[in-house]
């Protein structure tokens, strides 16, 4: 399987072997999905909470006595159903919503997620990304150039997740350049997976050969 490589301008610079078993994968909906929801539930935090009668202020003393006052029984003042009182059955804060999930899976999930932008035309390689100063103008204008020579419409789009920058290695100065533009978003090969690759329209691959060596570590 062959890729073409491109420089940061567009320019065709030559062509790139891709390994079968991350783009190459038959497409694997239930796997994918399953990966999804588990990295989503591993990044959740519980913040919604309700007080229970037992966490709610008050309603020691009970509101009058059992028998002989023509009304209903009641031991507190904090039950359910009074005004005031604790909610039943509502959102914990102690909750856990992770999940387990083997690393071949997950590996797994991700190749399919690569194989099938590979297949719909999703996937960007380039050689490099030189930029002599950390400066937002210079990274909109490769942007524009890129998408402008590779026929990438939502290159220039203002809003959402249009493309993900995949670095063999961490670039402070590529980092600090892009993270102003609002549909572009940096990150490492090690920490790509299943769901961040499915976040965004475009995934470029800087570096060539040495992000390849990347992803075939993680799959």
């Known amino acids: 399987m062959d890729a ?3 420089n940061q301008e567009g320019k065709e ?3 790139l072997e891709l390994p079968a078993k991350i783009f190459g994968q038959k497409p694997n909906a239930d796997l994918v999905q399953q990966a999804v929801v588990t ?9 919604a909470h309700t007080k229970g009668r037992g966490e709610v202020r008050g309603g020691g003393k009970k509101p009058w006595k059992q028998k002989g006052t023509g009304r209903a029984r009641h031991g507190s003042s904090r039950s359910p159903i009074w005004v005031g009182g604790g ?3 509502g959102p914990s804060k102690d909750k856990v919503f992770a999940r387990k ?3 071949k899976m997950k590996s797994k999930a991700l190749a399919v997620v690569l194989s099938g932008k590979f297949r719909d035309g999703e996937l960007i390689f380039i050689n490099e990304l030189a930029l002599p100063q950390n400066k937002t103008k210079l990274a909109s204008g490769i942007l524009s150039k890129l998408g402008k020579a590779l026929d990438r419409k939502e ?4 809003k959402g997740n249009r493309v993900l920058l995949a670095l063999p290695k961490r670039d402070l100065n590529i980092e600090k350049s892009f993270r102003n533009i609002p549909i572009v978003s940096v990150d490492e090969v090690r920490n790509l997976n299943a769901y961040s690759a499915l976040s965004y329209k475009h995934l ?9 060596s990347e992803l075939e570590k993680r799959v």
């Open 155 to 158: 290159f220039s789009y203002k």
């Open 87 to 89: 909610v039943t059955h």
């Open 13 to 15: 610079v030559g062509k």
């Open 39 to 47: 990295i989503q539930g591993n990044m959740r935090t519980p913040v």
């Open 101 to 103: 999930m083997n690393s």
């Open 204 to 212: 470029v691959f800087v570096g060539g050969q040495d992000s390849i």
């Open 4 to 6: 073409p490589l491109y």
